[in-house]
Each structure stands twice: as C-alpha cells, then as structure tokens.
C-alpha cells in the first residue's frame, strides 16, 4: 500500500524545483521551512492513512448511478468530508474568500499524495480549483460572493463542462447553446460527455461551468461563452433553492478510476419536472468564453501531469516492496539462505530503477512547472513575462512527459508482479488501468506537443526556450567541474542529450518561420519527449549535486535512458517526409 | 471488429518468412501455393465471422466458477464445439493420430487469427497442441493409443501444469509429488496456480500434464517428472470412468482475457468423495520430466508470441478504422467538407503507422521462427542442426519482442481513439487489459531475454546468430543496389542498426566467455529489443523489395524507429555498472 514519500517530495521541492531558495529569500512573505515540512508532513498522513485505504473499493465498487443521482463508493463521502475538514481544498486558493493562498508548489505536492493515494478522489477537487480560479479571474464580483467561498472550502464542488459527442478535441464544433432570458440570467440547453464529477453525493450543491454559444454568437471558438450553472439555484442568503434544469443521465463505464462519475450531462431537457433551460449566470464577456476556460485548463494540465506522477510513484512503491519480498531462483548478488529476494535479479533491478529515475523526473519537471507559475504571480514587469513563459513552456512537458511515465512505470510495476501482476487482488493491474485516462484528457498528449511546438517553442521570439536550454546545460557543466567519480559519464551523456534539444529546437523553430507547420508537428511528439528527458537528465543531476546519496540513479538514467535522444532528435529532423509519404496509404478512400 | 488480414497474413509467410520457395522447392510434399491460400482463407473466414463476434460476451461474462465446476461464456461451447468440428484443432498435429500435419507455419498463421479474434478463445487449444507434443515424443505407445487422437481431434483438451505459489520463474522450488501405487500408476498431491483452461465445459474430458516429485526425487529440477492425470479415468475401451482427484478450487480475477479460465487445481484432496491422490501415469522417464515440458513449452513461446501479433493487429485494424471515421479539426491534407477525419493529422498518422510497423514485423519474426522449426523437422543432419538453431535464436524474439510489441500497440490503439478509448464499450481498453499477460507466462519476457543471451548467443559456438545477421546485411546491401528511390535512407539506417548488433553480440559474446554472466545480463532486454528491431526492419525491407507498395512503410520504420538500436547498443555496451551500482538502494535491509 502507497506510503506518501514525504522526504522525497520535500527535497525534489527544495533542491531541485527551487523553493528553498525562494524561501530564503522570503519569496513567500514569511512563509518557511518548517511550516512547507509540517503540511507536507500531515498532507502525507492523510494520503497514507485516510485515503489510500479507500483505494480498493472505490475500485471494485465505483460510481453507481440511480435515476439521476450518483453514489459514490462505501467510504467515500465521509472521506471527502475529512478531507475538506482538514482545509485541504483551500490550500492555495484565495485567501479573500477563505483560501490559504499557499505556494502552487505545495498545493502541487499535495496533489500528488492524493492522486497517488487514490487517483478518482485526486480528481474530483481539481477541478474544483479550476472552476475557482476562473470564477476569480472572470467571475463578476455578485457570482464570486455567492459561490466562491463555498467553492474554496470545498463544501461545494465545481466541475467543467466542455465536450459534447462531436466536439472533443475540437472546440469548434460545441453546439450547446445559451438564450439570454432578460432578466440578465441565461437559459442553457445540450448535451455535455465525460463529465467529471458531472454529479456525485459528496456535497450538496454542484456548479457547472459550462461552454455554451449565445444566439447569433460567430462559429468556431469565437463563439463560446462560459456560463455558471448551478445544480441547485442559490439564495441571497446562501440557501439552496430549486433544483435545476441539469441532470446526470449516464455513466461510463470506464477502464480505470472506478470512482470517479464520468457523467453525461443534460442541460435544459426539463427533467423532474423542472422549466426545460438551465439557469445560468455569464462568466466574464460574451463569446469570451474559451479565454476563461483557459485559466481552467492549463492548471488543469499541470494538475493532470501530477495523476501520472502520482501513479507512477505507487506504482513503483508496489513494485519495489514485492521484487524485496518475493524469491525465485539464484543470484549472484545474494548470498542468504534459500531462493533469491528477485530484487537481486538485474532484469528486475532494471525495471526497478528505470520506473525510480523517470518517476523523479516527471516529478521535477511538475513541480518545476509550479514553481515558474508561483514566480509568475508575485513579480512583475520582464521578470513575470519571464516566469509565465517558463510555465507555459513546462506545462505541456508536465502534462505529457509525466503522464506517458505514468503509464510506462505502471505498466513496467505490473510486470515485475509477473503472474500475480495480471490478478486483480494485487493492485497492479488497477494502477496500469487508472494510468491510461491520463495522457487522453484535458488534451491528448498529441496535442499536449502540438501546443509545446506551434505555441510554447515561438516565446519570446523564439529565445525564452534557447533561455531554459542554458540553464540545463549550466547543470551538466556543474556535473563535470564537481570531478565527483560517482557521476561517470553522466556529464557527457547530458550535454549530448542537450547538443541534440539545441539541434531539434533549432530545426523546428526553423520549420515554423518558413510556414513549414505540418512537417513541425510530425516531429512533435519525439520532440516533447526529447526535451522532457533531457531536462529531466538536468534535474536529477542537480539533485544529484545538492545529495550525493543521488549520484547512482543520476548516472544510472544519463548511461541507459538518455541515450534515447540521439533517435529521438533523428526522429524529428528527419523522420517527416517518410511520415508524411506513408501516410497516405492510411487513408481510406472517401475520407480524403 | 476484427477482419482477418489473410492477404497480409499470406505475403508474409510466402515472400518474407520463407514460405514460397519452400513451396516451390516441394519442401512440403505436395503441399501448394492453392491449398495454402485455400486454408488462410477459410480460417480467416472462421475467426473473422465466428470467433470475433463473441469476443464481447466473453470479455463481458467471463468464466464462472460453480462448485468445482467452470462455465465458460454463452456461446463459448458451442463456439469450440465448430471449430473442432472444422478440423482446426488438428492443422498441424501427427497424421499418426488423425491430424494433418501441416506445416507449423501454417498452424501459427491460423493461430494468431484465432487469438486477434479472441484471444482468451486462443489460449486454450495452444495448450491443447502442447500436449499433443509433449504426449507424441514423450509417451508410452499405450498412453499415446489412449489419448492422442482425442487431443488432436480436440474432442479432449489439454492443460499444462507447472506453477505453484512459491515457483513462478524457479521450477527448482516446484513441491508438488506423486507417489508410485506399485501397479504401474501413480498418485499425485498438490497444488497448482494458473492453470489456464484447468477446468471448463469445452470437452467431455480434460487431460492434464502435471509436474511432480518422486519420493527420494533429487532436489531442484532434476527431480521433477512428467504425468498425465485425467479429469475422468479413460478406459481401454476409450469410455470415460470414474472422476479423478483433481479438482479447480478457484478461478483468477484477471485484468485480461477473461473468458479463459485461469484455475487453482487441487490434486489429491479426496475432492467429491474420491479415493485421495490423483491418479497419474509417468511420460517419458523419472525425474526426466522437465525436458518433456520444454517440448511444449518451447512451442507455447512461439504460440504465446503470436498473441502479441494478434492483439497488435486487431489494435491497428480497429485505430485506422476509428481514424478514418472520426472528424475532429482542420488539417493540411484534407479539403473535404467540415471536420478532417483524424488520420489526417501527422500525430495521429505517427501513432498509426507505428502500430502498422510494429504489428508487421513481429508477425514476419514469429513466423520466421516457425520456419525455421517446420525445416528443423524436415531436414537432417547439418541443416536440421542449423534450422534447430535459427528456431531456437528466434523463439525468445518471438515470443517476448512480438507480446511487448503487442501491449505498446494496444495502448497506442486506445490513444488514437481519445477518450472513447478509455470507455469499455469502445473495445480497445479490452485490448490493452488482454495484450498485458502476453508479457508475463510461458517465461517473462526478462526471462526470454535471459534466455537469448545466456543460452541461445552461445549457439554453435557463437557463430549462429553471426550468420543470421549476415543474413540480415545481406538484405540491406539488396535495398542499396536496388537503387528505388522510395526507400530513402532505409539502406543506411539498417546498415548502422546491424552495426550495432554486431558490436553488441560481440559484446556480449565476450562478456560471457569471461564468465561476466551478471554483467551480461543487465544488458540482456535491451539487447532483445536492439536485435529485434534490427531483424524487423530487414524483414520489412524484405517484403518491400518482392512488392513496391510496401516500400513507404519501411521507409518510415527506418527513419523513424529504427534509430532506437544506438541508444540500445549503448546501453548493452555501457549500461551494467551504473545498473548494479544504482541497485544496491533498492534492496531493504533484510532481504540482501
């Protein structure tokens, strides 16, 4: 069972995603080393303790839907309960409607320990952070009074309504529609899928953000709108009032995250006899509505990354604590009594060590990408420019590169389980199951690379990555001056790994001023995983720098993992026109 | 759903695996190119429109376990019940006994339709066929008189019992015994785990082969026997008896395949009123019983390699299916009306052309191995030795290249279809849970990899796999003086892959002749898939030099795969000492 690995994250936090010295340099007001530990601490405790046990049925017993309601599993409401009791849905929220306004950094950390704990209870509150922070950012001040408070403490919920059966990846072709009612409020109709957390037990009222087009609204994104859609209208004084016109009417019935309800909307059928049209409240401007979706959605993204983080951590924990206690066969590394612990075994060691290394990197790049989002905030003028940069730069890395480990490190657990990995009752299995949504929602990672190269490789002219490139580089130039013999070839195998993101960033950027963009995205996604493990290489080595107890693994990933981005570079200067010629012969005719 | 691939299928075996000039040369007999194409057709009738369209209810329903009883899925029975009645339980078994024998090319290209299809349906007869082989080199003429011709007529289906709880990989720790009963039989008590098809409602009778002791039996696998235990006691007469002391106490919940029964069988309980102690009778000599299982389990490798292609295939056919009818965005390519159907999109078309790459050449490894055992058993003296080898060098390749190649394929499947992907309805999350045990039994793929280096590189001195990469070179060198343009830098990127073979065999050639076993090891999964890669793209090259429309693919597998082989030449190369320094963490106190 998951153990939250506290130190772990604090150090990656520290040493390597770079809060200690925003710390020390009172980046946080008076923010400091002991309260970071203490919350990461207890955070820790109630993963391990209170939400890892629930793990299992959720899992076995999933969402169940009945009529229109949801019922989460056994446990699970009294779960979420404590949960918010202990304040942790207001961790980094605003402290103007009850937030702790804590570092992204640490609500990021917690994260993890909740997804890794359970991954269909990590996702429920994440997007009750989106819906605050686009409330906060967009909201009028009259919605932000009614809703956010209850939204910060957790005793509602938010969720994010954007898909329909033909729009997925796609957000042109939404067709739900919103008719102003006269009265300032609007009346939504449509059908929303994959909605999660579309409806659950967990707290009384539910408020729907919805992407809905007004009449005569332009086609495409220019005419989305947001709206606010509450499942019970709200009083002036707080107090629930009629139910509204937005109804549950399915499940799915899903590969992995049981627990989590992933709903079929209705909006506006007159269900229960409601007035057909859901009653909804606009978010920011008309036709502004993908604008603040955005705000929702990167957030998301980074939040996204941290499911793959998370599961592969588990996932590695199961691993490790089975390849320790199961034996089989002889080992010359193992000199005890009767069958070898497998641990001893070198394919076994392998899978071992490449699930630690790409699950520690995945995680530095994350919470790297919070860190530039925390700097982002509180400066201003170029620095800012400079920090929002970073993070959009990190942000599809965090969102792809940790979620494609989060599979790979599930899948390499479930195989290091042997037979018993393939039965359910080892917990293997559930894990690989689970991890798979991650690389497909809040944008596929073929879209995630997409956005790296078409949006985030042109910042700031091109520089800002070129920027992120030195200061990698500045790394592997620490590694070789530190003349520490543990580290072996590792120095040369990150400037080499380096040489080749300088060289594929260079083409790409290239490909992208001559308006060559379809040979650019065929080397999209090699290159985002090109980038990911160089940079990754460059995080483990600082760690590596700041707690020498680090150097082996460092050295382990730079002599047999990042040798992959030699291909990977090949893959992107040169593997478009082949793509490109192939391809046609993937077409079937009638659809060209 | 599945359509069976029968003109691939048929290239593959006649124009890259070697069939045709067998054929031509009459290495069959008078078998020829018309029957050939005759029986793929027919079985690609078959699994196509009778085994695909249970698949659902089989994944849906189950095996169920009632008493000691096992219902497969509806339809299943009588599913089975056609197929033997369609002679295809008997493709390749002995003429002696009622079978066909034809040759084990064939019998593998039928069975990867079978399991494309279903393959929890798959499985079973493999075992069956198993036995058919251990029973026919091993037997006494009277057991083989008993049994034979209702296994191959697959009126009886066989099982394969090895594991136990605490021997998984390390058949030295196997505990189960039998006991001589003085009257040329034996009793055998004990327990096994995952038994596949241990118990169902296929058959009136299932024979099992069950690995046991012999009191005073010497420790270790050299003490182990072979018997033959029937379900229900089989008369001279051939009528069926009394039950048998063997009974499945439980059924697996799996991830995967579950219309196969994975059973725990209980031998020797007194089960229902039995007299105590299965009854066995021995197959081939005392505490010989290991090297009667490597008969069936060397063909079981190949046979469970064939579901990695199958699962890659039936992934592939249903993601470019998804790709050509779902619409989402605007792409370069497409001008028709609205949305561009998703195979226009170059990471979509990356994904696809991918699984199209890795599905083929896994298929052309596999069936190349069963090539080389079809001219093992036709040929003598020094051919057959060498044609023993090539079967033997290419079997761990098959088996663990092609089942990894079928989890990465399945999961890039489950991708391409977004998140319908990860809805159990849409069928590829099926997929992606069936192709996850392919890795794991008949040896795990790190056990496969072990096997290549430790015992099948050393093959007649070294120089085998010498002269299969020969081979292979040859067919670059075909590509250069073909001078087609199409083929790009195909000729060069297989050119420095085999390369890099050489240098690794070399490699670990060496390392091995030093008696650095461990060392060789560390290296021995990349090594796998360095070498298979390798082959893969000769094999597609192959193909596309006897039929230009397959020239583009190969093309893109070499500028756009094959690139992985450096990175896997180095980690052979360099990667053991910082594996094994690494790996000292990982083991806890206690256990080293």
Tied chains: 1, 2.
Excluded at 147 to 152: D, Q, R
Excluded at 270 to 275: L, R
Excluded at 433 to 445: K, L, M, Q, S, V
Aim: glycine share 12%.
């Amino acid at each position: 069972m998951y153990r939250a690995p506290v130190e772990e994250i604090a150090f990656t936090l520290k040493h390597v995603a770079g809060l200690k010295p925003a710390l020390d340099a009172g980046t946080f007001g008076d923010l400091g080393e002991d309260l970071v530990d203490a919350i990461l601490a207890e955070a820790g405790r109630f993963a391990t303790e209170e939400i890892a046990p629930l793990y299992k049925i959720g899992d076995e017993q999933g969402a169940v839907l009945s009529g229109a309601a949801v019922t989460t599993p056994p446990g699970w409401k009294a779960l979420y309960r404590r949960w918010i009791d202990g304040g942790w849905n207001a961790l980094s929220a605003p402290e103007e409607f009850g937030g702790q306004a804590l570092p992204t950094m640490l609500g990021v950390a917690a994260l993890e320990m909740w997804n890794s704990a359970a991954m269909a209870f990590g996702i429920g509150p994440t997007l009750t952070m989106g819906a605050v922070e686009a409330l906060d950012k967009h909201a009028s001040p009259a919605l932000k009074a009614k809703y956010l408070e209850k939204l910060v403490s957790g005793e509602w919920m938010g969720t994010m309504n954007l898909t329909e059966p033909q729009a997925g990846s796609d957000l042109n072709a939404l067709r739900a529609r919103a008719e102003p009612a006269g009265d300032g409020t609007y009346r939504i109709f449509g059908q929303k899928i994959f909605i999660t957390y579309g409806e659950h037990d967990f707290t009384d009222n539910i408020i729907h953000l919805v992407l809905a087009r007004l009449p005569d609204a332009p086609a495409g994104t220019r005419g989305l709108s947001l709206f606010l859609a509450p499942k019970f209208l709200v009083g002036d004084d707080g107090a629930l009032g009629a139910r509204n016109d937005v109804f549950c009417s399915g499940l799915e019935h899903k590969l992995g995250i049981h627990a989590s309800p992933t709903c079929t909307m209705i909006y506006g059928d007159g269900f229960e006899g409601t007035v057909p049209g859901a009653i909804g409240w606009l978010i920011g401007e008309e036709n502004k509505g993908l604008a603040c979706m955005f705000t929702m959605m990167n957030n998301a993204r980074l939040a996204v990354g941290m499911q793959g983080v998370a599961v592969a951590e588990t996932a590695t924990q199961k691993a490790l604590a089975y390849a320790n206690d199961r034996r089989q066969g002889k080992a010359a590394s193992y000199d005890g009594d009767g069958m070898a612990p497998i641990v001893h075994h070198p394919d076994v060691q392998r899978n071992l060590l490449t699930m630690k290394a790409l699950t520690q990197i995945a995680r530095a790049i994350s919470y790297s990408c919070a860190h530039a989002i925390d700097n982002a905030r509180i400066s201003s003028g170029d620095e800012a420019t400079h920090w929002q940069e970073r993070a959009n730069l990190l942000t599809p890395l965090a969102k792809a590169f940790a979620t494609d480990v989060g599979v790979e490190v599930a899948s390499l657990g479930l195989q290091v389980h042997g037979g018993m990995g393939f039965i359910e009752e080892t917990g293997a299995a559930a894990l690989y199951r689970d991890a798979r949504i991650a690389p497909i929602y809040e944008g596929t990672n073929g879209i995630q690379a997409i956005d790296l190269v078409a949006r985030k490789l042109p910042l700031g002219g091109g520089e800002h990555v070129r920027g992120y490139i030195a200061e990698l580089k500045a790394v592997a130039s620490q590694v070789r001056t530190s003349n520490l013999q543990g580290f072996g070839r590792t120095a040369d195998g990150l400037d080499k790994a380096l040489d080749n993101v300088c060289e594929a960033t260079r083409f790409l950027q290239g490909l992208l001023a001559d308006g060559r963009s379809d040979e650019a995205l065929a080397g999209a996604t090699p290159y985002l995983r090109l980038i990911s493990l160089a940079a990754g290489g460059a995080y483990l080595a600082r760690g590596a720098l700041a707690d020498q107890s680090r150097i082996a693994l460092c050295r382990f990933f730079a002599e047999n993992l990042l040798g992959e981005a030699g291909a990977l570079k090949e893959r992107v200067i040169g593997g478009a026109e082949s793509l490109a010629t192939a391809s046609k012969a993937l077409i079937s005719a009638g659809t060209s």
